[in-house]
């Protein structure tokens, strides 16, 4: 599977992104999901994901590529009533693949996250990791 960012805009306190996954190996995949932490100035390690299991059927067959649209942020600029701040920081990467044939990929099965809010360098070559930092989001 490879991830990659096609396009990313920020507000500030907002952002959205669209990536691709692409299904680059030889197995058709009916489920996955990609997972992002946002990290703004007074707010760190926020954590999303989003992702697709069909019951049946395939979802990327060897090949195919499907576009995935994020978008979050705290648009009154507050957390529980404290100040986020900007984007600073948003990294994206593979959490889980299921394949078509039962067989399935994890992140923890490759390696852990070594910190939190940071997947390892092993993992971020596995899943193609793709970020995209402040200097490309204008503050508000």
């Known amino acids: 599977m490879q991830l990659k960012i096609v396009e990313a805009n920020c507000n500030g306190k907002s952002w959205n992104a669209r990536l691709t996954l692409q299904n680059v190996g ?10 992002n932490i946002e990290g703004y100035e007074h707010k760190t390690n926020v954590e999303s994901s989003q992702g697709v299991i069909a019951s049946e059927g395939i979802l990327l067959a060897p090949g195919a590529t499907k576009t995935l649209d994020f978008a979050a942020g705290f648009v009154d600029g ?3 009533g404290k100040p986020t701040g900007s984007i600073q920081k948003n990294v994206f990467w593979i959490k889980l693949v299921e394949y078509s ?9 490759q390696n852990p996250r070594s910190t939190v809010g940071r997947p390892n360098k092993a993992l971020q070559l596995t899943a193609r990791l793709a970020c995209f930092s402040s200097s490309l989001c204008p503050s508000a």
């Open 26 to 35: 030889r197995k058709a995949v009916r489920g996955y999901e990609v997972a």
């Open 78 to 80: 507050l957390s529980y």
């Open 101 to 109: 044939d039962g067989t399935s990929w994890h992140e923890s099965e």
